[in-house]
């Protein structure tokens, strides 16, 4: 099982370019969740996705959107890049909570440095 | 609404001393507590956590917590540090549908 995997591993934009960052979830789990992690700080929030839909959204604007996959894979996409938006991405994928689990795996991030 | 505090965003300790890591959360509803633990340049691995039963709960790697309800808390511990214990830790909460919310982090440093 490779676990929970993102792509690319670092990623170099400019301000007001566009992003996509890539996420496969672990063998099995069917929701994928995407956090942000600033320099220094904590994880936050994004969305979740489950059946190809969001279902829960963090606070974050509009520039952010997401994607699901029928394979349960994901996307993030992020518009209109600003400097704040430079940080570690980070996917996290766990069986719906429906099943009584909640631990989410997570994968190693993508880094994301906007000059 | 759930939100997790974590005291001491840098702790120091001498390799084989005691390792405290603080946490207090604050949440709506019975709690799921989480513990993780961030490498450099990696994602967040999974230690421990709380769902339901003993308040006492081991994890990987020597580590155990404590749930106390009555305090809020949910402190991090190992009694003998080593050097590979070096790293960021961050305690989450769990929310609605698995949306987790996590402290600031502690980023611990182990002296040999």
């Known amino acids: 099982d490779a676990g929970v995997t993102q792509s690319p591993t670092h990623l170099i934009k400019t301000r007001g370019q566009q992003v996509t960052l890539r996420c496969s979830p672990k063998s099995g789990h069917d929701t994928v969740s995407w956090y942000q992690q600033a320099l220094g700080q904590g994880p936050q929030f994004i969305f979740q996705y489950y059946e190809e839909e969001e279902r829960q959204r963090g606070n974050f604007p509009d520039r952010f959107s997401g994607h699901q996959f029928p394979n349960y894979s994901s996307e993030l996409n992020v518009n209109a890049l600003l400097l704040g938006d430079s940080a570690l991405y980070l996917c996290?994928?766990?069986?719906?909570?429906?099943?009584?689990?909640?631990?989410?795996?997570f994968g190693p991030g993508t880094r994301l440095t906007v000059l | 609404a759930q939100s997790v505090t974590q005291l001491g965003s840098h702790v120091s300790v001498s390799e084989g001393a005691l390792v405290l890591l603080r946490c207090n959360y604050s949440s709506s509803v019975p709690p799921y507590l989480f513990w993780y633990v961030q490498y450099p340049n990696q994602g967040l691995q999974l230690l421990l956590k709380?769902?339901?039963?003993?308040?006492l709960v081991k994890g990987i790697n020597g580590f155990e917590a404590e749930f106390k309800k009555s305090e809020t808390s949910f402190h991090l511990t190992k009694p003998s540090a080593h050097m590979s214990d070096a790293a960021e830790y961050f305690c989450a909460v769990i929310g609605n549908f698995n949306k987790f919310y996590f402290g600031s982090g502690t980023k611990l440093n182990v002296k040999p």
């Open positions: 709380y769902t339901t039963g003993a308040t």
């Open positions: 996290a994928s766990s069986p719906d909570p429906g099943q009584g689990t909640n631990e989410q795996f």
